[in-house]
């Protein structure tokens, strides 16, 4: 009985712990801002995905506090944001964003199809807030690349963000894919290990 309630809280510990690890293993960092990981939200998405909605929720919380921290790290309180500003990034570009990450296991139980799924609406939810901030909050708009200019700041927001999250969106998938095909792995979180 104790071990029941002792075990997601073990494994929460560590998924939180291996996504933050994997957030600070860039792959790509975009010339503009934005970073593709080494699969950083899949953890918190299979703690979602083998223990449901309420519980990776939250996991992807406390997940969330710690890419704020980082984002502090990153120099968040030196971009200039007013204060109005500050706190709705706060909100949106990290405890919104990577709190969705929990509804990963909204398919669970779909199997393979469900997996992929809720992955994807998962890191979708988590694109939608960057995109956002990026169009209302930020109203980024100029330069992307040379020789593309843009003033329609959801044009920019789309682009901006869609850059770096559409493979971080991918990668994740094609990561739940193989977990999936690994049948320790697959048994493990379908909780039959």
Same mark, same amino acid.
């Given at each position: 009985?104790?071990?029941?309630? /002792? ?6 510990? @560590?998924v939180i712990a291996m996504g933050v690890v994997l957030s600070y293993a860039i792959i790509f960092k975009m010339p503009w801002g934005g970073t593709i990981t /080494? ?8 703690? #979602? ?14 997940? !969330?506090?710690?890419?704020? *921290? ?36 909204? @398919?669970? !139980? ?13 890191? @979708?939810?988590? @694109? ?11 109203? !980024?708009?100029?330069? /992307? ?11 920019? #927001? ?6 770096? *999250? ?23 979180i379908e909780g039959n290990l």
């Amino acid at each position: 009985m104790q071990r029941n309630k /002792l075990l997601p809280l073990i494994e929460g510990a @560590f998924v939180i712990a291996m996504g933050v690890v994997l957030s600070y293993a860039i792959i790509f960092k975009m010339p503009w801002g934005g970073t593709i990981t /080494l699969l950083s939200m899949l953890p918190v998405a299979m703690y #979602s995905i083998k223990y449901g909605i309420k519980r990776g929720l939250m996991i992807s919380l406390i997940f !969330s506090l710690f890419q704020f *921290m980082q984002g502090i790290g990153d120099g968040i309180f030196a971009w200039g944001l007013t204060p109005v500003m500050l706190i709705s990034c706060i909100l949106l570009d990290y405890i919104a964003a990577f709190t969705f990450i929990g509804f990963a296991g909204v @398919f669970r !139980s779909k199997g393979i199809k469900g997996w992929i799924c809720g992955t994807a609406v998962a890191l @979708f939810a988590r @694109f939608i807030c960057h995109f956002i901030s990026g169009a209302v909050i930020f109203h !980024s708009a100029g330069k /992307l690349w040379e020789g593309f200019t843009t003033d329609n700041t959801f044009l920019y #927001s789309l682009i901006y963000n869609g850059c770096y *999250m559409l493979p971080e969106i991918v990668f994740t998938c094609i990561g739940a894919y193989i977990l999936f095909r690994v049948p320790v792995m697959r048994k493990m979180i379908e909780g039959n290990l």
